[in-house]
């Protein structure tokens, strides 16, 4: 089990290229293909959607989890849980929905954690950049960032949320 709490402020325009931004990422290659990675990631997609990607046995390349979108200039809370069992996506205190893995996470055993950074595995960025493609460093704001060791519960997520706002 394991938890990913940061804040986040994204920076950029509705003009601005559409990619994938990546906030943090500890992932690696550990299947026969180069898209079969283990660990976490967590990004804003080229639609403006939070979402993290998941390495789990028995789902190919890896399982997506998918938060609400991600407002350009404002500050959001974005926790990844994962228990074991399900994988959930907090953004601001609000759950979109579990999802439901096979198992435990396969963990990344290979690769430094990067925060903010974009697609740290420069083997994997094709030569002819695509619309969605590279993963684009974070533009913006990260942090407070925490990783636990254990999955935290809504309730103990809805109180950092709050405040970390500033609410009383």
């Known amino acids: 089990p394991f938890s990913v709490e940061m804040w986040v402020r994204p920076e950029w325009k509705k003009e601005d290229t559409r990619a994938y931004r990546m906030l943090i990422e500890s992932r690696d290659a550990q299947g026969p293909a180069s898209d079969q990675l283990s660990g976490f990631g967590i990004w804003v997609n080229d639609d403006g959607n939070w979402e993290a990607p998941i390495g789990c046995p028995g789902f190919g390349n890896f399982l997506l989890v998918t938060g609400g979108k991600a407002v350009p200039n404002e500050v959001s809370h974005i926790v990844l849980t994962h228990d074991g069992t399900d994988a959930r996506l907090y953004v601001n205190g609000d759950l979109d929905s579990p999802v439901t893995t096979t198992g435990p996470m ?6 430094k954690l990067t925060i903010g950074v974009g ?43 709050k405040h970390g706002n500033g609410k009383p």
Do not use: M, W
């Not at 396969?106 to 690769?111: F, K, L, Q, W």
């Open 106 to 111: 396969t963990p990344n055993t290979t690769v």
């Open 119 to 161: 697609l740290s595995r420069f083997e994997d960025r094709p030569t002819i950049p695509e619309p969605a493609f590279p993963f684009f460093p974070f533009t913006g704001t990260i942090q407070c960032v925490a990783i636990y060791d254990i999955a935290l519960d809504e309730a103990t997520i809805k109180t950092h949320t």
